[in-house]
C-alpha cells in the first residue's frame, strides 16, 4: 500500500541474475569506475585469478561501452579484455 505523499516503489529489475538488465544509472558506473580506477590492483592481490577475472567481468558489465572506454588502465591483458569494444 502507498500513503499519500510517499514515493513510488522502483519496479523490479527484469533478470534477477543481472546479466539482460538495461544499462546502470551513471552513479553505478562511477562506482565501476572508481573501483576498477583506483581500487582494483591493492584488491586484485586478496584474490584468487580466476575469481578476480569474474568479479572485474561483472563490473565491466554494469559499465556503459563510454565509461568501460573509459576505465582503460594499467592492468594485465586477461583482465583488460573485459573492457573490449
Not at 546479466?19 to 576498477?36: N, Q
Not at 592481490?45 to 580466476?50: E, I, L, T, V
Request: with cysteine.
Amino acid at each position: 500500500m502507498q500513503w499519500a505523499g510517499e514515493p513510488a516503489p522502483n519496479p523490479p529489475h527484469p533478470d534477477p541474475g543481472g546479466y539482460d538488465r538495461p544499462p546502470a544509472p551513471d552513479t553505478e558506473y562511477s562506482a565501476c569506475f572508481t573501483f576498477i580506477r583506483w581500487y582494483l590492483a591493492p584488491f586484485a592481490h586478496s584474490q584468487n585469478p580466476d575469481k578476480l577475472s569474474r568479479i572485474v567481468a561483472k563490473t565491466a558489465r554494469k559499465m556503459s561501452a563510454d565509461a568501460r572506454a573509459l576505465a582503460e588502465c594499467d592492468m594485465p591483458a586477461p583482465l583488460a579484455a573485459h573492457f573490449a569494444p
